[in-house]
């Protein structure tokens, strides 16, 4: 904790970020107050936490805050509300559920606390009888969002260490889409859209899991497609935000930049030795298209590899059903029938695969 800033976790009046006097329970919390701009979040060194994912009946390895904007203000207040070692209150619980609230924050530089905190409550959760399939799969998902969104971001260097906690998350959603009389269709219940490059990699990982477990392929070969599809965009990280959020269309040069991502994030990734080759390959060349008019290699559909002929197909379906800062989401029959228009026009997709893929979705 910063030595200017009081905490407001006791009775006592403490203070906020910005150094005004505020009590927790005093504030009159409303969603039009809490913005959710995570990437000026990130810049202000805070980092979002699914609500669900507090600690519980222990004491916090790390400082919680609570995220306040006013319509009127420029910039979000982050009030520290439950300090390192100490428990959060039922009643501030209470009453934050009451309010719809969904997010609190932690300071970037407390990371690995909190990652430490989201493995152990993985472990103990996922052993759980008392959760159903659901409750296990919500878990794994916000696991691994707050888990993408530190790898992705982290400005420091990556190491394959770093990947044991998403190869948990991964292992665990591939055994709740294997289990004997569980629908899949699971997936579209627990996936969030908010407009960032984090959960969107998310969505096509916990979609792509789900296609190639209808595929019944072989759990590692499984793991391994699930870390591909998950770090596909990281090359993204290298485009500035303002540029991925334009609503207008991009000049030549910025197509150029946004074209790169998929040869900077096969850089990013290549020394890992925990990351295959194949899965590499689908972040090389996830944005190929089987007619050689894709980036960044123009490659024909039989040099594309295949597990990036796959992702091809499930990043499209899900970029399409969400909304993005030019456009608002499809419909997912108004998708499909669109990657169908545009593989008879000019041979985009893999048809094997696309075929196989809306005969998946019809399972679901």
């Known amino acids: 904790m910063d030595s200017g800033e009081s905490s407001v976790f006791s009775k006592d009046k403490g203070k906020s970020g910005d150094g005004a006097p505020s009590r927790i329970l005093d504030f009159p919390f409303s969603l039009s107050e809490i913005a959710a701009t995570a990437e000026e979040d990130q810049a202000l060194g805070y980092a979002p936490l699914p609500f669900g994912q507090l600690p519980e009946d222990r004491a916090a390895a790390f400082d919680i805050y609570l995220k306040i904007k006013l319509k009127s203000a420029l910039k979000p207040r982050f009030i520290l509300c439950c300090p390192q070692g100490q428990i959060f209150p039922p009643e501030w619980r209470q009453k934050l559920q009451q309010v719809k609230i969904s997010t609190v924050y932690f300071p970037v530089a407390e990371v690995n606390a909190v990652l430490g905190h989201l493995e152990r409550r993985l472990e103990e959760d996922l052993e759980s009888p008392g959760r159903s399939v659901l409750e296990k799969a919500i878990l794994n998902y916000e696991v691994l969002e707050v888990w993408t969104r530190n790898f992705f971001s982290s ?25 004997e009389k569980v629908q899949r269709g699971f997936i579209f219940d627990i996936r969030r859209h908010d407009r960032d490059r984090y959960t969107h990699s998310l969505n096509v990982c916990l979609l792509g899991l789900a296609f190639v477990s209808h595929l019944h392929w072989h759990l590692d070969k499984a793991r391994a497609f699930g870390l591909g599809a998950l770090l596909h965009d990281i090359g993204l990280t290298q485009v500035p935000a303002e540029l991925l959020a334009k609503k207008g269309a991009l000049t030549a040069e910025e197509r150029e930049l946004v074209e790169k991502h998929p040869s900077r994030g096969y850089r990013l990734l290549k020394n890992f030795g925990g990351i295959s080759n194949d899965a590499l390959m689908m972040v090389l060349q996830h944005h190929e298209n089987g007619d050689g008019s894709g980036y960044p290699q123009k490659m024909l559909l039989a040099d594309i590899h295949p597990w990036a002929r796959i992702l091809r197909i499930v990043d499209s379906f899900e970029a399409m059903t969400e909304d993005r800062p030019w456009r608002l989401a499809s419909p997912p029959r108004e998708t499909l029938q669109a990657m169908c228009d545009d593989w008879h026009k000019s041979q985009i997709y893999d048809p094997l695969y696309l075929k196989a893929f809306i005969k998946f979705l019809g399972t679901l």
């Open 155 to 179: 400005t420091q260097d990556r190491a394959d260490e770093q990947l044991d906690l998403s190869l948990k998350c991964i292992d665990g959603l591939l055994h709740l889409l294997g289990q």
